[in-house]
């Protein structure tokens, strides 16, 4: 290969390397509006969930307790958030979820926190990026879910300062 060719060949291979450079950015991560404070009264107005959905919920109430695992996704091993979002799902349900949370977090329609019903997913920015932590809801402002190493499949509430704070949106998949 002639000295005119090579420095050709590396100009073009400098230009597509260049080029991939240049792609459109992804737009801005802009947050769902969450109520500027979750309260007690977000949920007074409350409505009843579908059979199913009810179901999901108390699916995962008898999870409680399990241990926590990175990746887990059955109650033998341990749970991550995830995993014990779709293993409910699953055998709750029948529905398949893959993925990690901001996986799931594009999963059916989103609903304001002020129409969830038990069984709704709830999405959390735990690790400062959109979307890193998910739980399902259990009715008057209560979530279940499986929140790290140093835990085991809990409940917590959604008025609880930290929750409320990191609170980024929720999905319904089952209403």
């Given at each position: ?22 792609t ?14 979750i ?9 009843d ?11 995962a ?10 990746g ?9 958030c ?37 069984g ?22 209560e ?17 609880n300062?930290?929750w ?5 949106m929720?999905r319904?998949?089952?209403?």
């Open positions: 290969m002639c000295a005119c060719m090579k420095s050709s060949l590396a100009a073009f291979l400098f230009l597509l390397v260049l080029a991939g450079c240049g459109t950015p992804h737009a801005p991560y802009a947050p769902h509006a969450a109520p500027a404070r309260t007690a009264d977000t949920f007074r107005n409350e409505q969930a579908s059979p199913a959905a009810r179901e999901v919920a108390f699916y109430l008898m999870l409680l307790q399990t241990g926590y695992e990175f887990g996704k059955n109650p033998e091993s341990g749970f991550d995830s995993g014990l979002v779709s293993y409910t799902f699953r055998e709750a349900a029948g529905i398949s979820l893959e993925g990690n949370a901001a996986s799931m977090a594009r999963e059916g329609r989103e609903v304001a926190v002020t129409d969830l019903r038990s709704d997913l709830v999405f959390f920015n735990t690790l400062g990026r959109p979307f890193s932590h998910v739980g399902i809801y259990l009715g008057r402002g979530f279940v879910h499986s929140p790290n190493s140093r835990g085991r499949v809990r409940v917590e509430k959604l008025t300062r930290y409320s704070r990191h609170f980024e929720a319904t998949l089952l209403n």
